[in-house]
């Protein structure tokens, strides 16, 4: 039987419970990554190395005024 996912929501969550964020997993060789309003729904998976480049491009990527 595999072992369930260990689940870590990130240090900016909203107040209150803390549910408006996204929460991670680490799977040896993947992250994966999900909606904490809706655990139950999908989730988006990476591979390790694949991870930080992603989280760097969304930091990365500035709003843009209309």
């Known amino acids: 039987m595999p072992t369930p996912y260990i689940w870590q929501k990130s240090s900016f969550s909203g107040g ?7 929460e991670i997993a680490d799977l040896d060789t993947h992250i994966a990554i999900r909606d904490s309003k809706t655990p ?3 989730t988006l998976t990476f591979p390790t190395a ?3 480049p992603f989280i760097d491009a969304l930091k ?4 843009t005024s209309t």
């Open 16 to 22: 209150g419970e803390g549910n408006d964020c996204v």
């Open 40 to 42: 139950a729904r999908a």
């Open 50 to 52: 694949a991870f930080t």
């Open 60 to 63: 990365d990527t500035r709003p």
